[in-house]
């Protein structure tokens, strides 16, 4: 928070006097989010055990697997009982819900093994790869966004925003295919897959960093066209206002007009982005992993899906659920500190 | 291009050591990857790695022993009984004396209670067992003496030592978990030739040899099981050297077949794939109607054009060339005789082509789950084979969950097969007990003869009696075949040419189940393999 602060205050250019950090509406926004996000969450977990149980998967099947498929009926009965198959799916959801609120997110039937550890030793191979993606989507997208708009309509940016129209229609489990299809099968440079080399076992930096390079890559260009355009029409938008105009008169140098001051509240749109993206960026992951074996959540999360783990979905729902809230404050939080003409009492 | 170069360089650094003669250790082509590690490609990867869910149970589980295992020949032999065991006059009470000096992987000895807890746990309504009535013969477990468990049948059973290749788990770890999510189920402890290092679900497990197996340290110490679920993608890997061995459908194991140090294993299996034919429906219960489709599907055609040749025919859910098999119940193609034996019944052909008698139309719907390739080109042949001959089969596809209501009134094309003892697959899938009772006996087959040859082998431990029993069930079956058996299946394997067998001059691979990949293939014996000299 205060890098961000720091950054906006040095940007400002205002160096006499340092703004306060209005600590107390931060704060508020921050509790009033807390406290609509509550009901939110219950409603999205009922919401799931109803889906769920409304879905046309067999949790019998979808537990045992082949087994199944040669089991007898007394078998197929009986894993249907222990499993909790044919409660109400309200029961279900109040039994999850106190039991969460205990510290107890339960068992997952299908992966056999605790949610909690499912998800603790998942979660950080997920958050590897959104992180890195969304930090290359951003960069990448403002820094062709800048380009693209200083001369609108010129051949940059005319290749740039075609090329991100045509993107932004790719849908990513296209994009990850065409990937596979010519880095790993054709060019062979790059993984196909997995998270390290299948020989290797142990997990080492080198090895991880050249199997992120494709699923991370996909990710980030699925995300760039939103950015780009977006940075691309703020910033043409800021050129043509009056602060850009009396700093040109004031004969600042060109780079500084548009870096110091046409970016900066060009930019200011692109922060509201960053939370809104988060949801799209959570199921483009989900998506990716799966075609590039990245054993994150996605993988998880399928199977919880398909075979109705009540236990797992209800967890990484709430979970998806939290960071998608969290994605959004961070961006509103961002965009009052950016922003002074914005009150966080509005918010 | 890192992966590219680092091939070339291991391939000229293998030619030239090949041409210098010499270098000890450097004598494979692959990746320059020392022998003593492995790595395979499989389709598929267990759910669980406790033998109480049910990994493992059909042995070859790497991480556990059972009481005894199964050959090269599935010939069943002492693994941690000492020997094979006992069993009483009545056929009901089965005596097992351990091995001495087995332990854990932890250090821990093996012991009778160690047995009786695997057992009385996967027998346990709660455990979440998909494969317990596998055991249901068993009415009691109890231990002896320091070394000895007494398995007590409730029902004289005549394969049950087969049943016993189930892996053991130690009662002190498992016994501590609930056996349905405990951390058993991911980091297990077993006295087998293997230790788990690494689990990375969905991508691959790791396996580390146990250097205090009691069937002496396996000589490939480094064994890693990659899941890849594509075909093409395993392939591919396969080819770039990342994998040593990969199991693969035909088309794609052809193209290995020029690779000088590549070695593709073909292993035969119980695997077959049949159209069950509803006893319920009166035209696929007529048995003239059954008896014409069994002449009229031209199995040799089916095995070149849709498997590739990767299959042989089937006359029944026995292979033609296992021991248990009747000789001279295999049926020629002959549509004409087909045509005959329904022209007899008094089918006569109607308006559109399709035989009618009685007004009823010669026609039945055909299910095939979806997404099936294999499956679907069976299914659409045999649509096309029982066309020639007036009957009409419509094929739709489906989910089992669509399928699984519609078993007793229309035909699936359905695939079986069991390891170890006729009984296991031939009792579920034909004893008039087990209609429609699960997947067990889809069709509702009833045939009194059939369920007296099935009852006769269960009771009888005398070879020559349960042969004579299995025959009859052969011939009864050719008779009235509830089901239009069509092929079983082949499963090929592409190898690295780096291993052997002690005392062979290659790998072996044993008659495979229907489950297969990852216990089975030639790495069905790991702990066996020697580096090639």
Not at chain 1, 62 to 79: F, S, V
Request: aromatic letters at 8%.
């Amino acid at each position: 928070m205060s890098a961000a602060a720091s950054t906006a205050a040095v940007d400002a250019g205002a160096a006499t006097a340092r703004r306060r950090l209005p600590w107390g509406g931060m704060a508020r926004l921050t509790v009033r989010r807390i406290l609509t996000g509550v009901p939110l969450l219950l409603t999205v977990t009922l919401g799931v055990f109803a889906l769920a149980a409304a879905s046309p998967f067999d949790p019998v099947r979808g537990y045992a697997g082949d087994a199944a498929l040669t089991a007898d009926q007394e078998t197929l009965d009986r894993l249907a009982a222990n499993l909790g198959v044919g409660e109400p799916f309200a029961v279900r959801w109040w039994d999850w819900l106190t039991a969460a609120l205990r510290g107890d997110l339960g068992d997952s039937t299908v992966l056999r093994q605790p949610v909690l550890e499912v998800i603790a030793e998942r979660a950080v191979w997920s958050a590897l790869l959104c992180a890195v993606a969304f930090a290359v989507a951003v960069a990448v997208g403002t820094l062709l966004g800048v380009l693209a708009a200083r001369r609108p309509g010129g051949l940059l940016d005319r290749t740039v925003t075609g090329t991100a129209y045509t993107l932004s229609a790719a849908p990513v489990f296209w994009l990850a295919l065409l990937a596979v299809w010519f880095f790993a099968l054709r060019l062979d440079v790059l993984p196909a897959g997995g998270l390290t080399d299948s020989g290797s076992s142990y997990v080492s930096f080198g090895d991880v960093a050249e199997h992120l390079v494709l699923p991370a890559g996909v990710l980030a260009v699925s995300q760039l066209p939103w950015f780009v355009l977006y940075v691309r029409q703020g910033v043409v938008d800021a050129l043509a206002e009056d602060p850009v105009r009396g700093a040109r008169a004031r004969g600042l140098a060109e780079r500084t007009v548009l870096v110091r001051h046409a970016l900066r509240s060009g930019l200011l749109p692109v922060l509201t982005l960053i939370g809104s993206r988060v949801p799209e960026l959570i199921t483009g992951a989900l998506l990716v992993e799966t075609v590039f074996s990245w054993p994150g959540i996605a993988d998880a999360t399928v199977r919880a899906a398909t075979a109705v783990d009540f236990q797992l979905l209800a967890a990484l729902t709430a979970f998806a659920t939290v960071a998608v809230l969290l994605g959004n404050l961070l961006a509103d939080l961002l965009y009052g500190l950016f922003d002074p003409r914005v009150d966080f009492r509005d918010m | 291009m890192p992966r590219a170069i680092r091939q070339t360089v291991a391939l000229t650094a293998a030619a030239l050591t090949a041409t210098a003669c010499s270098a000890p250790g450097a004598d494979d082509t692959r990746g320059a990857a020392p022998a003593d590690s492995v790595v395979l490609g499989v389709a598929t990867e267990p759910d669980t790695l406790s033998p109480l869910l049910g990994y493992g149970k059909d042995g070859n589980s790497k991480l556990f022993d059972g009481l005894l295992t199964r050959d090269a020949d599935l010939n069943l032999e002492p693994a941690l009984a000492e020997d094979l065991p006992e069993v009483s006059k009545d056929g009901l009470t089965y005596t097992f004396t351990l091995r001495d000096g087995v332990t854990f992987s932890d250090g821990e000895p093996l012991t009778p209670a160690d047995v009786v807890f695997t057992y009385e746990t996967v027998l346990d309504e709660k455990t979440n067992n998909p494969n317990r009535s596998e055991l249901a013969a068993v009415e009691r477990v109890r231990a002896e003496g320091s070394d000895q468990v007494v398995f007590t049948l409730a029902y004289p059973f005549a394969p049950f030592a087969a049943r016993t290749v189930l892996p053991i788990v130690p009662q002190h770890v498992a016994g501590e978990q609930d056996p349905n999510t405990g951390a058993f189920n991911t980091s297990p402890v077993g006295t087998g030739p293997y230790v788990l290092a690494d689990w990375r679900k969905g991508e691959k497990l790791v396996f580390k040899a146990n250097p205090h197996y009691w069937g002496g340290e396996p000589a490939v110490k480094n064994v890693t099981m990659a899941i890849v679920p594509d075909d093409d993608v395993r392939a591919t890997r396969l080819r770039s050297g990342d994998l040593d061995g990969a199991i693969l459908p035909p088309n794609l194991a052809a193209t290995f077949e020029d690779e000088a140090d590549l070695t593709t294993y073909r292993a035969t299996s119980y695997d077959y794939r049949a159209v069950s034919l509803p006893t319920g429906d009166p035209v696929t219960g007529d048995v003239d109607v059954r008896r014409a489709l069994d002449l009229a599907v031209d199995r040799d055609t089916m095995v070149e054009k849709v498997l590739d040749g990767a299959g042989r025919p089937a006359y029944g859910p026995l292979p033609v060339d296992d021991d248990w098999f009747a000789k001279g119940t295999e049926r020629a193609h002959d549509p004409a005789a087909a045509r005959r034996i329904l022209d007899r019944a008094g089918w006569e052909k109607g308006a559109d082509g399709v035989l009618t008698k009685d007004g009823r139309r010669a026609a039945f719907t055909l299910y095939y789950p979806a997404g099936d390739k294999v499956r679907q080109d069976l299914a659409l042949a045999y649509a096309g084979d029982a066309k020639k001959i007036g009957v009409e089969v419509k094929v739709e596809s489906g989910t089992w969950d669509v399928i699984e209501p519609r078993m007793a009134k229309d035909a699936v094309l359905a695939g079986f097969g069991d390891v170890g003892d006729p009984d296991f697959g031939l009792y579920p899938l034909l004893h008039s007990s087990e209609a429609g009772d699960g997947f067990n006996n889809m069709p509702h087959y009833d045939n009194p003869a059939v369920d007296k040859a099935l009852d006769d082998a269960r009771r009888t431990r005398d070879a020559a009696e349960r042969r004579a029993a299995y025959d009859t069930l052969q011939q009864e079956l050719a008779e009235n075949p509830g089901y239009t058996f069509l092929t079983h299946l082949d499963h090929l394997y592409v190898l690295a040419d780096r291993w052997k067998t002690a005392g062979s001059d290659g790998l072996t691979t044993q008659v495979e189940p229907h489950e297969h990949g990852f216990a089975a293939g030639p790495w069905w014996n790991l702990e066996d393999w020697q580096p090639r000299r």
